[in-house]
């Protein structure tokens, strides 16, 4: 069965410090996605990135940056010299091909919260 | 514009109140979702509208009837709710149905059931 963990549940960071929020997934599939979700306070999911489960190519927009493995099944997410609007809850989700026919369902992970001091 | 509007932002009603909840997207995605997320929670899928054809339904209470009156509009009719149906409800839509294709949200509608 699909299952993605999101095993850090909050972090809290000063401002101009990186961090790294850990994704780890599981699916029997050979084709799949990946996603991650920013929920600002505001309560809106913004989309941040799509990974294909045949292309391990590392992502980098701006201070953003994404390492896939799928020898770890693992899909992490890098903030470089995080700000204070980057506080939100982050979610990552796995999508299955096999599941999805009629409509993208999405398995998202428990998401973790993010919060960065001034 | 990958914009994703609903009304209203928030709501009380109480349990035996009838309200609609209101989704709309101008983007001509073929697919739209309604989710329920409760405090602290990831979302978690309800309904997903294929080509304006309900095709999956999550096991949902019937107190909830979702409607796709055109490929730009979801509703979410509320009735006869519990004190437990009290939580965010975001909208979603995409451009196909297929796992590849990202969703994007609303802001959602807070509900508040009395």
């Known amino acids: 069965a699909q299952k993605v963990t999101q095993a850090q549940t909050e972090i809290s960071v000063v401002e101009k410090e990186d961090v790294t929020l850990d994704c780890v997934y599981e699916?029997?599939?050979?084709?799949?996605?990946l996603f991650w979700y920013k929920q600002p306070p505001s309560g809106e999911l913004v989309f941040l990135i799509r990974?294909?489960?045949?292309?391990?190519q590392n992502e980098i927009s701006g201070r953003y940056s994404w390492n896939f493995q799928k020898s770890t099944s693992s899909f992490n997410f890098t903030i470089t010299a995080s700000q204070v609007v980057d506080s939100a809850v982050y979610f990552c989700?796995?999508?299955?091909?096999?599941?999805?026919?009629?409509?993208?369902?999405?398995?998202f992970g428990g998401g973790t919260r993010l919060m960065v001091k001034p | 514009d990958t914009e994703v509007t609903q009304t209203p932002k928030h709501l009380v009603m109480g349990m035996t109140n009838k309200k609609s909840l209101k989704c709309e997207q101008h983007?001509?995605?073929?697919?739209m979702y309604w989710y329920k997320q409760k405090a602290k929670k990831p979302p978690e899928l309800m309904f997903v509208?294929?080509?304006?054809?309900?095709?999956i339904n999550e096991s949902v209470p019937s107190r909830f009837s979702p409607e796709c009156p055109n490929s730009s509009l979801l509703n979410l009719h509320l009735h006869a709710l519990q004190p437990e149906d009290s939580a965010l409800y975001l909208c979603?839509?995409?451009?196909?149905?297929?796992?590849?294709?990202?969703?994007?949200f609303g802001p959602g509608t807070r509900l508040t059931v009395t």
């Open positions: 990974r294909n489960s045949f292309d391990e």
């Open positions: 983007m001509g995605h073929r697919a």
């Open positions: 699916t029997r599939d050979t084709t799949y996605y």
């Open positions: 509208y294929s080509y304006e054809k309900l095709s």
């Open positions: 989700a796995l999508s299955e091909a096999s599941r999805n026919n009629a409509g993208n369902m999405l398995t």
């Open positions: 979603a839509s995409s451009q196909g149905t297929g796992s590849s294709y990202e969703q994007y």
